[in-house]
DNA sequence: AATAACTTGCACATCACTGTGCAAGTTATT
DNA sequence: AATAACTTGCACAGTGATGTGCAAGTTATT
């Protein structure tokens, strides 16, 4: 007797359920707020059809929570410089790319139903950030005038604003975010200016992955382009 | 014909007025979603006479905004340094003291539908730190290396983290808040402490005010304390 | 003490959103 | 070509919030 194999998911429905990860990652960056129905619009699928790959808005959003928490952990272990001031720089500018990704992570993360969650998924990459700066402390290369924990939640910070808050097609937008890290760990203007000369490397165009990861919003329309409540174009089936 | 002079307004409901606009300041502050019920229940009112007050709510946000930045503003003008440090240092310390205030309009603001609002009611403190910013550059006390609008934007949200993401009880809180702006601005570490050092005043008690300010929360339980439905204390009838 | 001002509680209509069931249609896969 | 997988649209129930009308009560002011 051949037990039916329990036949695998079919390839458009993998499809829409990555879209639909990509459009609510775009359309949460852009709104926290964003109703189902217009992630599922925006990702081409009808606000029904989304149910049927999320079981509801909190596994939708812990889904995008943790691969975006993986991403980042990913950076952060990948960043193995000993010199705090280069790490930190280059931890930066690694994650200016994921910058949608840090968008939603932020706009997660200060909400309170998900802080434990988010708490939890970043806590590697929260790690990571603390670890260098006690290590720029030690050796006096950062600032000791602030306590690491605090020292980390104003980096973190500044970071986010740097990454999401900037027009991101500027060309000096990396370098932009990297700069006001550093600014915040404690280096004046030039000695910021004057490390990137130092490591060209830490701007470089990162040809220096394994993957490439598909990026953010393959899906249709940006966000929420006035959405009614037809799908846009972009669905599969 | 002795035409009846409308008598003016009864004292407790002025009172109560005031109690609403310091709950919600308080209230959003906390959680920028706040209930209308959350915010009348936290000044010791029922939701029904909230609306005795205010229209709707936006005509209540539209106050504390108004208000907030009046304060923002007279601040900024308030400030008169000829040296760029010293102004952005001084302008800081002083918003730190409103801190509640500060919260709230960078909730407000970043509400799409209360931008433009907020964006012309903030616009003299804006102006303020562009022309601090704009003279710094000039004179090579702050960074060039970021245009001076962009530099404006970080500098505004540097200063929003270190004022209301940091624990404000800490003795600590306004010197780093200081700090954090000049960091944003180009200064090292070194450098502001010891501008801070050659300036105490800046970080002073501030006992150079003409009248006492009526603080933010004068009412009764912090924010939504489990809010239920029925008024906390501190209702005046 | 009389009056107007204020507050309360309740009922009600409205809105936007979430999550589910189901029948009917479309499409990938075997 | 048959089948299972997937999507759609609609209906429906539920939740939580906003804003209003109104009668009854309480309180400041004259």
Redesign the interface.
Same mark, same amino acid.
């Given at each position: 007797m051949t037990t039916s194999a329990p036949r695998r998911p079919r390839q458009d429905a993998v499809d829409n359920r990555a879209g639909i990860l990509s459009a609510a990652t775009a359309a949460i960056a852009h &709104?926290p707020q964003a109703s189902i129905n217009t992630i599922a619009r925006s990702a081409g699928l009808s606000r029904r059809a989304l149910y049927g790959h999320f079981a509801d808005r909190n596994a939708l959003l812990a889904e995008i929570i943790d691969t975006g928490a993986e991403r980042f952990n990913r950076i952060a272990s990948d960043v193995t410089d000993t010199d705090a001031q280069v790490a930190l720089a280059r931890l930066t500018s690694l994650l200016w790319q994921q910058a949608a990704h840090v968008q939603v992570a932020a706009s997660i993360a200060l909400d &309170?139903a998900h802080l434990e969650a988010t708490g939890k998924a970043l806590a590697p990459l929260r790690h990571a950030v603390a670890a260098i700066l006690q290590r720029g402390q030690n050796d006096g290369t950062l600032? /000791?005038?602030?306590d690491v924990t /605090?020292l980390a $939640? +104003?980096v973190e910070? !500044?970071a986010r !604003? !740097?990454i999401t $808050?900037?027009d991101a097609t500027l060309p000096e937008a990396r370098s +932009?975010a990297v $700069?006001?890290t550093l %600014?915040?760990a404690? +280096? %004046?203007? $030039?000695?910021?200016?004057a490390l990137l000369a130092e490591h060209p490397d830490i701007l470089g165009d990162s040809a220096a992955g394994d993957a490439a990861p598909a990026d953010v919003a393959p899906a249709a329309g940006g966000a929420a382009p006035a959405a009614g409540d037809t799908p846009a174009a972009g669905a599969k089936r």
């Open positions: &709104d &309170d600032r /000791t005038d602030v /605090t $939640r +104003l910070e !500044a !604003a !740097a $808050r900037v +932009l $700069r006001t %600014s915040m404690g +280096l %004046s203007w $030039r000695e910021t200016v």
